[in-house]
């Protein structure tokens, strides 16, 4: 519409200014006429670029912005995450600390060093993007000897990493140990076996499925590792269920 108005105004403003006032004989409409659609098209072509370019620009701000938003929240989640771990690990360590002082005083000892070891990498690396491989697996084997304190050989890992290399979120292999062992029942006869291996870049982490009766669950866990990694390495960590096992793919980094 605003191409068409400025074809008409142009014409009648050129034939007034051009063929009247001017009073010139030899004006051709047909020239004019078409002289007047050139400078429109030029004008347009113009229009349209610029419009396109302020639009491509402000359209980057926009998702520049957006992806700024999203990770604030994802860091936001990770430290509400984060706050309502610690209680929730110290409530369950002091009252299988408590069970030992009754049972197995002889093992209080390693039990707390243990807990230390664990609560200190809670502290240390809890806030972090990343730690290194071999860090998290340490961490790891230190969690699951407090697991053994409170469940006994009712769950045993398997582990068959040997390259390290790498990069993870922290807690991310813990938080997949814990998420079995919450969902799948274990026993001295008949453990669940955890097995974590690494396949190229990929921790793969595996249980047989032995589900309890009921667990009260949010998935927040899982809901927060996939977050972390889309919006911070635009990498996805994958979480399966067949029929006799559940699977987490969780992708290592290595640029940081």
Same mark, same amino acid.
Do not use: W
């Given at each position: 519409?605003? !191409?068409?108005?400025?074809? +008409? *105004?142009?014409?009648? +403003?050129?034939?007034?200014?051009?063929?009247?006032?001017? &009073?010139?004989?030899?004006?051709?409409?047909?020239?004019?006429?078409?002289?007047?659609?050139?400078? *429109?098209?030029?004008?347009?072509?113009?229009? *349209?670029? %610029?419009?396109?370019?302020?639009?491509?620009? /402000?359209? /980057?701000?926009?998702?520049?912005?957006?992806?700024?938003?999203?990770?604030? $929240? *994802?860091?936001?989640?990770?430290?509400? =995450?984060?706050?309502?771990?610690?209680?929730?690990?110290?409530?369950?360590?002091?009252?299988?600390?408590?069970?030992?002082?009754?049972?197995?005083?002889? /093992?209080?000892?390693?039990?707390?060093?243990? !807990?230390?070891?664990?609560?200190?990498?809670?502290?240390?690396?809890?806030? $972090?993007?990343?730690?290194?491989?071999?860090?998290? =697996?340490?961490?790891?084997?230190?969690?699951?000897?407090?697991?053994? $304190?409170?469940?006994?050989?009712?769950?045993?890992?398997?582990?068959?990493?040997?390259?390290?290399?790498?990069?993870?979120?922290?807690?991310?292999?813990?938080?997949?140990?814990?998420?079995?062992?919450?969902?799948? $029942?274990?026993?001295?006869?008949?453990?669940? =076996?955890?097995?974590?291996?690494?396949?190229?870049?990929?921790?793969? +982490?595996?249980?047989?499925? &032995?589900?309890?009766?009921?667990?009260?669950? %949010?998935?927040?866990?899982?809901?927060?590792?996939?977050?972390?990694? /889309?919006?911070?390495?635009?990498?996805?960590?994958?979480?399966?269920?067949?029929?006799?096992?559940?699977?987490?793919?969780?992708? =290592?980094?290595?640029?940081?």
């Amino acid at each position: 519409m605003s !191409f068409l108005l400025f074809v +008409i *105004a142009g014409v009648i +403003i050129d034939y007034v200014l051009l063929g009247i006032v001017m &009073n010139n004989n030899e004006y051709d409409f047909m020239i004019r006429f078409i002289n007047t659609m050139s400078v *429109a098209f030029i004008l347009v072509d113009i229009f *349209a670029l %610029t419009s396109a370019f302020l639009y491509f620009r /402000q359209s /980057q701000k926009t998702t520049l912005e957006l992806e700024q938003t999203e990770k604030e $929240k *994802a860091t936001l989640q990770s430290q509400m =995450l984060q706050k309502n771990l610690e209680p929730h690990f110290l409530f369950n360590n002091l009252s299988v600390l408590s069970g030992l002082a009754r049972k197995k005083p002889e /093992q209080i000892e390693s039990f707390i060093d243990d !807990f230390s070891d664990v609560y200190r990498y809670y502290l240390k690396h809890g806030k $972090k993007q990343l730690v290194e491989l071999k860090d998290e =697996l340490s961490f790891l084997k230190n969690y699951m000897n407090l697991m053994e $304190k409170r469940f006994g050989n009712a769950y045993q890992i398997e582990n068959s990493i040997e390259n390290t290399n790498g990069f993870i979120i922290p807690c991310s292999l813990q938080l997949c140990i814990e998420n079995a062992i919450k969902h799948n $029942k274990g026993s001295e006869k008949k453990p669940l =076996l955890i097995s974590l291996s690494r396949k190229e870049d990929t921790i793969v +982490i595996k249980n047989k499925l &032995n589900k309890v009766d009921f667990t009260l669950g %949010t998935g927040t866990g899982n809901d927060y590792l996939k977050r972390q990694y /889309q919006i911070n390495f635009n990498k996805a960590v994958i979480f399966t269920e067949t029929d006799t096992e559940f699977i987490a793919e969780i992708p =290592l980094i290595f640029e940081i």
